[in-house]
């Protein structure tokens, strides 16, 4: 089945400066990726998703790149903020309804 | 609009006892999925159901666990004779279709089994 594989598990920054976590899956039939912002105590919430038809999606501070030929997929934050810090989830869909996570990268931004 | 929501929001049991965890979800969304996180994990797929069928199971640990869905709105996740390895949170959530869709999380329910 598919695997998710995340990294770094923690991820330490300066105000202003920018972060990336990396992600690899193994279904090749896998071809949608959202990521999820969780607070502590709450949901996970997406913040962004990227299609298997697209190599690269942004929105504002976030963007998204897919590699379909070497199956990863990366999120970068620029000009971090505090308010960023929350435990990032990767994702990847190789089936309908189903979504296989990745472990997690704790991202903390240092005022 | 309302989010998906779940009850009870925290749940304290003993071994060896059912418990019963609810999930509304948003209002006209066909697809309902539940997850299970065990502490600093990710999350696990346990089942999803599109209308009120459930076409993928295969992430449900046990026989001891089993879910329902009427009325393509609530759904119930059950888990029997509880272990206390079943301890996580187990968040629902919800999508406008199955396919490449957001999935829309509820904030789980945290169950801890003595």
């Known amino acids: 089945g598919e695997n998710v594989e995340q990294h770094p598990s923690t991820l330490s920054v300066q105000e202003g400066d920018s972060a990336v976590i990396k992600c690899t899956y193994s279904?090749?039939?896998?071809?949608?990726f959202p990521w999820y912002k969780q607070e502590l105590g709450k949901g996970p919430q997406l913040i962004i998703d990227?299609?298997?038809?697209?190599g690269e999606k942004k929105d504002q501070r976030i963007a998204v790149t897919l590699n379909k030929t070497a199956k990863h997929f990366s999120l970068h934050i620029t000009e971090t903020q505090p308010e960023d810090s929350a435990v990032y989830f990767c994702?990847?869909?190789?089936?309908?309804?189903?979504?296989?996570f990745g472990q997690g990268t704790t991202l903390q931004v240092k005022p | 609009g309302a989010g998906v929501s779940q009850s009870p929001s925290n749940k304290v049991t003993e071994k060896g006892k059912d418990v019963e965890l609810r999930c509304d979800p948003i209002?006209?969304?066909?697809?309902l999925y539940w997850y299970r996180q065990r502490l600093g994990q990710g999350l696990e797929f346990l089942i999803y159901?599109?209308?009120?069928?459930?076409?993928?199971k295969s992430g449900l640990p046990s026989d001891r666990f089993s879910a329902e869905r009427t009325g393509e709105s609530v759904s119930t996740l059950t888990i029997q004779r509880t272990q206390q390895e079943d301890s996580a949170v187990y968040l629902c959530?919800?999508?406008?279709?199955?396919?490449?869709?957001?999935?829309?999380f509820g904030p789980g329910t945290r169950l801890l089994v003595l």
């Open positions: 959530a919800s999508s406008l279709v199955a396919i490449q869709e957001t999935q829309y």
């Open positions: 279904d090749s039939a896998s071809n949608y």
């Open positions: 990227i299609r298997s038809n697209v």
């Open positions: 994702a990847a869909s190789p089936t309908a309804g189903k979504l296989i």
């Open positions: 209002s006209g969304h066909t697809a």
């Open positions: 159901f599109q209308g009120n069928s459930a076409p993928d």
